[in-house]
């Protein structure tokens, strides 16, 4: 496997960022590494990639150990980190050969050319970086991540401030990778993870709260989630009182979204209770559950 990480505790003087962490990442595979604001992503990626030790623990990649050879895992990992560091006062590709050279890349200029192609800055290349839009920056982080062609690639947040058509183009970048690569990646974007990932790792207050595939995950947490629409407004408390009914929310005027964890089906049960007020249905459809439900779910 390219990632082991084996009891990872990470302390901030006495906060605990990370709890006896343990997951692995197999080689060719796209993981996503998902969690809220706070729940320690960015501090295991910094830990994977030997930016910061961990307080107790261990992490091996592809084979090396961060602790022992950390200049083997470094030269193995490509890391786009969350906040892009870029020199602004330096040309794309001017910046593209240093960072090759830092990595005693062969034929450079070669190199550049190819990923500036790959990542799309034909356009933009001979720019200083600081000229550049903010999705034209991430693009250049990309291509900085993969000058030396790594095996991991670790991106953290790699799609920020890209409009959608660069958002297309650089999801089809990560799945074309993820066949020669291992790629790990953390993003807020759910519909991202459902359309680029192989498995999601969920991490919630320092801890792992999930670790299957987007399908297994949605299958396991089941939820019925029912959208009705009314011809008049009938009282929430009514629909609650159906049995299953966990949530019921207002999406606008008379309709309603009913979340239930009843196995069987309730659409019966709403268009009976219309039937008794003398309340019409407009429209009752039964929606799949989101990764966005499930997410919701696992870290509230």
Do not use: W
Not at 258 to 282: S, Y
Request: hydrophobic content about 40%; proline content about 3%.
């Amino acid at each position: 496997m390219s990632i082991l990480v084996e009891n990872i505790t990470k302390l901030y003087k006495e906060q605990k960022a990370l709890n006896n962490v343990s997951f692995n990442v197999n080689e060719n595979e796209i993981v996503g590494f998902l969690g809220p604001n706070g729940a320690g992503k960015s501090t295991m990626m910094k830990i994977i990639t030997c930016y910061i030790p961990p307080t107790s623990g261990n992490v091996k990649v592809c084979g090396y150990d961060i602790h022992e050879q950390s200049i083997e895992v470094r030269k193995n990992i490509g890391y786009l980190p969350e906040h892009n560091p870029l020199y602004l006062d330096m040309y794309v590709k001017e910046f593209l050969a240093f960072v090759g050279g830092l990595y005693k890349v062969k034929n450079i200029a070669q190199r550049v050319k190819e990923m500036i192609d790959l990542t799309g800055l034909q356009v933009e290349q001979n720019k200083k970086i600081g000229a550049l839009s903010k999705g034209y920056r991430q693009r250049v982080g990309l291509a900085q991540a993969m000058i030396h062609n790594p095996k991991v690639l670790i991106m953290d947040e790699p799609t920020t401030g890209l409009d959608p058509n660069q958002l297309e183009e650089i999801r089809s970048l990560i799945k074309k990778l993820g066949k020669e690569k291992t790629v790990m990646l953390s993003t807020h974007i759910m519909q991202e993870v459902e359309a680029v990932c192989d498995r999601v790792i969920i991490i919630n207050k320092g801890e792992i709260v999930a670790n299957d595939t987007t399908q297994s995950l949605k299958q396991n947490k089941v939820k019925q989630i029912i959208v009705v629409e009314f011809d008049n407004a009938i009282e929430e408390q009514l629909l609650k009182n159906i049995a299953g009914v966990e949530l019921v929310s207002t999406i606008g005027g008379n309709k309603y979204k009913i979340v239930a964890t009843e196995e069987r089906d309730i659409r019966k049960d709403i268009f009976n209770l219309a039937v008794e007020k003398n309340i019409g249905v407009l429209t009752l459809n039964k929606e799949e559950q989101k990764m966005e439900d499930v997410f919701k779910e696992l870290t509230k």
